[in-house]
C-alpha cells in the first residue's frame, strides 16, 4: 500500500497550489506520485462535479448534493486512487471526504452518522494517512476568491496539476454563516482525531506554508519506493 494525502481548507486557502507544489517536489525527488482532487479526477468524476458546482442549480436538494459528491468519489477512488495506492505510489488529493463531513455533515445540518455509511459505501472505508487543514479566516478566504473572479488575476488564471481553474462556484455562493459552519466542523474533526491531521496557518507565505507541508511528509516518504531511474 502506498501513501494517501489529502488538504482540506475553507474556501480561499492555497489547498490546490499547495498540493501542487508538493506534488512537484515528490515527484522531483523521484518517488511515484499522482495530484487529484474532489469531486473530480477521472471523466465520470469531473461530469458529476459540474452539476455540483454550477451555479443555477440553487434548487439541489442536500441529499441530491450529498449523494452526488459521493458518488464522484466511489468513481474516483475506485478508478484511481485505490488502484495507485496498490501500486505502492504516493496519492494527493485537494479535498476528500472530510469535506462531506463538514460541508454536508456539519453545513448543511445531515446527519454524520449516514454521512459515515454513505462514504464509507463509497470509499470501502479507504481513509487518508495524513490530512493538512490551511486555517484561514472564512471571510478573509472567500474574499480571496472573489478577487480572483472579478480582477480576472493570474491566481483564477493558474491551472494545477489537479484540475482547471479555480472557479466561483454554488458552494462558495452560500452566505456566511454557512461557511462558518463548515469552519466550525472542521475544527471539530482535527479534534476528533488529532494523529491523522496537521494545521498550518494559510496567512504565512506561499514558500514557508510548502516548507511547513513538506517538513511533515518527508519522514514518511521511506514507506514508498522511488521510481527506478531511466
Given at each position: 500500500?502506498?501513501?494517501?494525502?489529502?488538504?482540506?481548507?475553507?474556501?480561499?486557502?492555497?489547498?490546490?497550489?499547495?498540493?501542487?507544489?508538493?506534488?512537484?517536489?515528490?515527484?522531483?525527488?523521484?518517488?511515484?506520485?499522482?495530484?487529484?482532487?474532489?469531486?473530480?479526477?477521472?471523466?465520470?468524476?469531473?461530469?458529476?462535479?459540474?452539476?455540483?458546482?454550477?451555479?443555477?442549480?440553487?434548487?439541489?436538494?442536500?441529499?441530491?448534493?450529498?449523494?452526488?459528491?459521493?458518488?464522484?468519489?466511489?468513481?474516483?477512488?475506485?478508478?484511481?486512487?485505490?488502484?495507485?495506492?496498490?501500486?505502492?505510489?504516493?496519492?494527493?488529493?485537494?479535498?476528500?471526504?472530510?469535506?462531506?463531513?463538514?460541508?454536508?455533515?456539519?453545513?448543511?445540518?445531515?446527519?454524520?452518522?449516514?454521512?459515515?455509511?454513505?462514504?464509507?459505501?463509497?470509499?470501502?472505508?479507504?481513509?487518508?494517512?495524513l490530512t493538512f487543514y490551511l486555517d484561514l479566516d472564512v471571510e478573509a478566504g472567500l474574499q480571496r476568491k472573489r478577487w480572483a473572479?472579478?480582477?480576472?488575476?493570474?491566481?483564477?488564471?493558474?491551472?494545477?496539476?489537479?484540475?482547471?481553474?479555480?472557479?466561483?462556484?454554488?458552494?462558495?455562493?452560500?452566505?456566511?454563516?454557512?461557511?462558518?459552519?463548515?469552519?466550525?466542523?472542521?475544527?471539530?474533526?482535527?479534534?476528533?482525531?488529532?494523529?491523522?491531521?496537521?494545521?498550518?496557518?494559510?496567512?504565512?507565505?506561499?514558500?514557508?506554508?510548502?516548507?511547513?507541508?513538506?517538513?511533515?511528509?518527508?519522514?514518511?516518504?521511506?514507506?514508498?519506493?522511488?521510481?527506478?531511474?531511466?
Amino acid at each position: 500500500m502506498g501513501l494517501f494525502i489529502t488538504f482540506e481548507g475553507p474556501e480561499g486557502s492555497g489547498k490546490s497550489t499547495q498540493a501542487r507544489l508538493l506534488y512537484e517536489r515528490i515527484q522531483a525527488l523521484g518517488y511515484p506520485v499522482i495530484l487529484t482532487r474532489e469531486p473530480g479526477g477521472t471523466r465520470i468524476s469531473e461530469l458529476i462535479r459540474r452539476i455540483l458546482v454550477d451555479l443555477r442549480h440553487t434548487e439541489m436538494a442536500p441529499t441530491t448534493e450529498t449523494l452526488l459528491f459521493s458518488a464522484a468519489r466511489a468513481q474516483l477512488v475506485s478508478e484511481l486512487v485505490r488502484p495507485y495506492l496498490n501500486t505502492g505510489g504516493i496519492v494527493l488529493c485537494d479535498r476528500y471526504a472530510d469535506s462531506t463531513f463538514a460541508y454536508q455533515g456539519y453545513g448543511l445540518g445531515r446527519d454524520l452518522d449516514e454521512l459515515h455509511a454513505i462514504t464509507t459505501i463509497a470509499t470501502g472505508g479507504l481513509q487518508p494517512d495524513l490530512t493538512f487543514y490551511l486555517d484561514l479566516d472564512v471571510e478573509a478566504g472567500l474574499q480571496r476568491k472573489r478577487w480572483a473572479r472579478d480582477r480576472g488575476s493570474e491566481a483564477s488564471k493558474a491551472v494545477s496539476s489537479s484540475g482547471p481553474p479555480a472557479e466561483w462556484n454554488r458552494l462558495d455562493a452560500r452566505d456566511l454563516a454557512y461557511h462558518q459552519r463548515v469552519a466550525a466542523g472542521f475544527a471539530e474533526l482535527i479534534r476528533n482525531n488529532p494523529e491523522r491531521w496537521r494545521r498550518c496557518s494559510a496567512e504565512q507565505p506561499l514558500d514557508q506554508l510548502a516548507e511547513q507541508i513538506f517538513a511533515a511528509v518527508e519522514p514518511i516518504l521511506e514507506r514508498v519506493a522511488r521510481l527506478e531511474p531511466h
